[in-house]
């Protein structure tokens, strides 16, 4: 069974720093590609990063671009998201996702989701 768990969700002034976890169980972590995604109240669930554990290859959306860094920790089979220089439109609950493959195959609706950590960042 593939389950996905994030951490390290908060709460944090604007500028601040945040590292979100996502520990991956049950499937052979070297074949998925793992991603961020992030939903606000109202918001329709926004990518925010991905990481294909196969080659490494990284995709960030353009709101994120030099202020988050995904990366991946194999022997764990961890992927994390340090997050820096957060705004208030950070402020979301983000959630890992899985899916054999690379970072296109999160385009759609990805098949396996952790439960979400709350992210908040006050102004």
């Known amino acids: 069974e593939v389950q996905l768990v994030e951490s390290g969700g908060g709460l944090v002034q604007a500028g601040g720093s945040l590292r979100l976890s996502c520990a991956a169980s049950?499937?052979?972590?070297?074949?998925?590609?793992i991603g961020w995604f992030r939903q606000a109240p109202g918001k329709e669930r926004e990518g925010v990063s991905c990481?294909?554990?196969?080659?490494?290859?990284?995709y960030y959306a353009d709101s994120v671009k030099g202020r988050f860094t995904i990366s991946s920790d194999n022997a764990k089979n961890t992927v994390y998201l340090q997050m820096n220089s957060l705004k208030p439109e950070d402020t979301a609950v983000y959630y890992c996702?899985?899916?054999?493959?690379?970072?296109?195959?999160?385009?759609?609706?990805?098949?396996?989701w952790g439960q979400g950590t709350q992210v908040t960042v006050s102004s």
């Open positions: 049950g499937f052979t972590f070297d074949d998925y590609a």
């Open positions: 990481i294909s554990s196969s080659d490494g290859s990284t």
């Open positions: 996702a899985a899916d054999m493959g690379n970072c296109g195959t999160l385009e759609g609706t990805p098949t396996n």
